[in-house]
């Protein structure tokens, strides 16, 4: 009797612990908004058949993140010869496709580019497709769809050079949409609206605008595209949506998009330093990286109001910093790889500080522009050859683990981490990479 108690309360014990460390990956940055998760007991190796729960084939290429979520992936991919738009559903554990939409469809040409790049958003009852031709919309986990609507025909054609590519954001019981864009169009043919930047906020059950913020702005021609995610953060109470790109980071009161404060990060006005990689939060700072060639990172002390000037500025680092992929926060260190077409280098700061503790070059031909993830005391990247590499995260050393050959290219998509896999999306394959 007794050791069948004992085994119960070590059944139990066993459960629960995997329940705390049991996460969905529904944003494009993780549960934590910062490319980390909790997750424990992952791979450090892996192959095209090595250590693979499961893999899928997809229809076409696009640079989305796989959403996980209540035990299903949902993903975004190109169609028949680029030109269909759709959304997919398999089921988390074995793979099997659960349904796919077409949404759309275009004969849109973009450079280095395509309509798909937004991930979805799931709030654990409905999930939010948006692509770069303005169509956004909401189906429930079964694949109905709820509701639909072009965001270009409501508020002007996007017209961003590269091409859409800010993912949806869900906090407390609102959809949010950043559309930062130049006022003078690439392609007058299109333009018929306003050309307005914009954060708006919609119900995401019905897709109803709840309100639109105009986030004006001086920057130039390109400086004004932005293709950053909005995130979400409190400090002391006061709940944010911060925003970076056009030459600021701003903060917005969620329930209305009113701006509580702006902070200019680029010292000079140019017309060439559009924005990607999206912002971080940790230790009461709020940390984000200067666009192309205006390299460096800094963090702006949380909590400011008004248009806040260099006094707000905690730390700055002007190592190398990237033009796309989004740097990543975990367990007090930040890491950031600089990963364009000359060394591909990756960074560890102390987040408090901005102290490098160490950098090492990945190597490899072909740029990085996925971004990282972190989880289980690893560090996990691929580029766009579709050469994963793990590496040991913590304050010691640069160490490589393990480097994969996944081929397939070209990747762009972030891996993602939940419930004890790695989902890692390819141009023709979504694999599930972990333990049956």
Same mark, same amino acid.
């Given at each position: 009797?007794?050791?069948?108690?004992?085994?119960?309360?070590?059944?139990?014990?066993?459960?629960?612990?995997?329940?705390?460390?049991?996460?969905?990956?529904?944003?494009?940055?993780?549960?934590?908004?910062?490319?980390?998760?909790?997750?424990?007991?992952?791979?450090?190796?892996?192959?095209?058949?090595?250590?693979?729960?499961?893999?899928? *084939?997809?229809? +076409?290429?696009?640079?989305?993140?796989? @959403?996980? &979520?209540?035990?299903? $992936?949902?993903? =975004? %991919?190109? /169609?028949?010869?680029?030109?269909?738009?759709?959304?997919?559903?398999?089921?988390?554990?074995?793979?099997?496709?659960?349904?796919?939409?077409?949404?759309?469809?275009?004969?849109?040409?973009?450079?280095?580019?395509?309509?798909?790049?937004?991930?979805?958003?799931?709030?654990?009852?409905?999930?939010?497709?948006?692509?770069?031709?303005?169509?956004?919309?909401?189906?429930?986990?079964?694949?109905?769809?709820?509701?639909?609507?072009?965001?270009?025909?409501?508020?002007?054609?996007?017209?961003?050079?590269?091409?859409?590519?800010?993912?949806?954001?869900?906090?407390?019981?609102?959809?949010?949409?950043?559309?930062?864009?130049?006022?003078?169009?690439?392609?007058?043919?299109?333009?018929?609206?306003?050309?307005?930047?914009?954060?708006?906020?919609?119900? *995401?059950?019905? +897709?109803?605008?709840?309100?639109?913020? @105009?986030? &004006?702005?001086?920057? $130039?021609?390109? =400086? %004004?595209? /932005?293709?950053?995610?909005?995130?979400?953060?409190?400090?002391?109470?006061?709940?944010?949506?911060?925003?970076?790109?056009?030459?600021?980071?701003?903060?917005?009161?969620?329930?209305?998009?009113?701006?509580?404060?702006?902070?200019?990060?680029?010292?000079?006005?140019?017309?060439?330093?559009?924005?990607?990689?999206?912002?971080?939060?940790?230790?009461?700072?709020?940390?984000?990286?200067?666009?192309?060639?205006?390299?460096?990172?800094?963090?702006?002390?949380?909590?400011?109001?008004?248009?806040?000037?260099?006094?707000?500025?905690?730390?700055?680092?002007?190592?190398?910093?990237?033009?796309?992929?989004?740097?990543?926060?975990?367990?007090?260190?930040?890491?950031?790889?600089?990963?364009?077409?000359?060394?591909?280098?990756?960074?560890?700061?102390?987040?408090?500080? +901005?102290?490098?503790?160490?950098?090492?070059?990945?190597?490899?031909?072909?740029?990085?522009?996925? %971004?990282?993830?972190?989880?289980?005391?690893?560090?996990?990247?691929?580029?766009?050859?579709?050469?994963?590499?793990?590496?040991?995260?913590?304050?010691?050393?640069?160490?490589?683990?393990?480097?994969?050959?996944?081929?397939?290219?070209?990747?762009?998509?972030?891996?993602?981490?939940?419930?004890?896999?790695?989902?890692?999306?390819?141009?023709?394959?979504?694999?599930?990479?972990?333990?049956?």
């Amino acid at each position: 009797m007794y050791d069948r108690v004992v085994f119960k309360a070590f059944v139990l014990s066993f459960l629960l612990t995997i329940t705390a460390h049991a996460e969905d990956w529904a944003h494009w940055r993780g549960p934590e908004l910062n490319g980390s998760s909790g997750e424990v007991n992952l791979p450090d190796t892996w192959g095209k058949t090595k250590n693979i729960a499961w893999s899928a *084939p997809l229809p +076409g290429h696009s640079s989305a993140t796989p @959403i996980i &979520s209540q035990g299903k $992936v949902f993903i =975004s %991919s190109t /169609g028949h010869r680029g030109k269909s738009l759709q959304a997919l559903c398999f089921d988390e554990k074995t793979g099997k496709e659960l349904w796919r939409k077409t949404i759309g469809k275009t004969d849109r040409k973009l450079p280095q580019n395509d309509l798909t790049t937004p991930s979805p958003v799931a709030d654990g009852k409905v999930i939010c497709f948006l692509y770069g031709n303005g169509v956004m919309v909401g189906l429930d986990y079964s694949g109905e769809k709820l509701w639909s609507r072009n965001l270009e025909k409501d508020y002007g054609d996007f017209s961003i050079k590269f091409g859409y590519s800010s993912s949806l954001s869900i906090y407390e019981g609102k959809l949010y949409v950043q559309v930062l864009r130049s006022s003078t169009p690439y392609d007058k043919s299109r333009v018929d609206k306003s050309r307005d930047s914009y954060l708006l906020a919609a119900d *995401p059950k019905t +897709g109803e605008t709840l309100f639109r913020h @105009i986030r &004006s702005t001086d920057a $130039v021609d390109e =400086s %004004s595209d /932005g293709y950053s995610t909005p995130i979400f953060y409190e400090h002391n109470g006061r709940k944010e949506i911060l925003v970076i790109g056009a030459d600021y980071i701003t903060g917005h009161d969620p329930q209305t998009g009113k701006e509580f404060w702006r902070y200019g990060y680029a010292n000079k006005k140019s017309n060439i330093w559009r924005h990607i990689p999206t912002l971080l939060t940790a230790d009461n700072l709020i940390i984000g990286i200067r666009p192309r060639t205006n390299t460096g990172m800094i963090a702006i002390k949380a909590g400011g109001r008004g248009k806040l000037t260099d006094d707000a500025v905690a730390w700055e680092f002007n190592g190398p910093t990237p033009d796309c992929p989004s740097p990543c926060y975990y367990k007090g260190n930040i890491y950031v790889l600089c990963g364009g077409r000359g060394d591909k280098v990756l960074s560890c700061l102390d987040a408090k500080t +901005g102290k490098l503790k160490w950098s090492g070059d990945l190597g490899g031909r072909a740029p990085w522009r996925a %971004s990282l993830t972190a989880a289980d005391d690893k560090i996990y990247c691929i580029n766009e050859d579709g050469q994963a590499v793990v590496l040991a995260a913590g304050d010691k050393e640069f160490k490589i683990l393990s480097r994969i050959d996944m081929g397939e290219k070209p990747i762009q998509a972030s891996i993602a981490i939940a419930n004890g896999h790695l989902f890692v999306r390819t141009t023709k394959t979504l694999y599930c990479v972990g333990g049956k």
